[in-house]
């Protein structure tokens, strides 16, 4: 078992494209790329730490569609919940945070101001 460390995605965002400079022409282009390379790397029983902006795209079928993706990518995802994140306790994460602390380390969407440490 792995554990990985991601965030942005911005599955179903299309102006993320352009905002971002994205290389694809359509949102179903982005969102296969990151499923593919998700899937790629990640194995079913990994654990993914996903520190916001999953996805973002038209309300109209928003919980499906997000609840469709969790159920095609791999591994067990736990949000923690970045500023486009929506609609969250519909959706089918193992766990949303707002941070989390692991192993001393905070993970967070949003920059937190700390005491730097040199080590």
């Known amino acids: 078992m792995n554990i990985w460390v991601t965030s942005d995605t911005h599955f ?19 969102n296969n790329a990151i499923w593919q390379n ?14 916001g902006d999953f996805a973002l795209g038209p309300s109209d079928g928003y919980i499906r569609r997000v609840n469709n993706l969790l159920g095609v990518l791999n591994g067990k995802i736990y949000l923690v ?30 920059p937190k101001e700390t005491d730097l440490i040199n080590v």
């Open 81 to 110: 919940k970045g500023n486009h994140d929506r609609k969250v306790n519909q959706l089918n994460f193992e766990a949303v945070f707002n941070g989390i602390e692991l192993d001393g380390l905070l993970l967070s969407h949003v």
């Open 38 to 51: 998700w899937n790629s790397v990640v194995d079913v029983d990994d654990i993914v730490y996903h520190l």
């Open 12 to 30: 179903d965002h299309k102006n993320i494209i352009k905002y971002c400079n994205r290389p694809f022409r359509t949102v179903d282009e982005m």
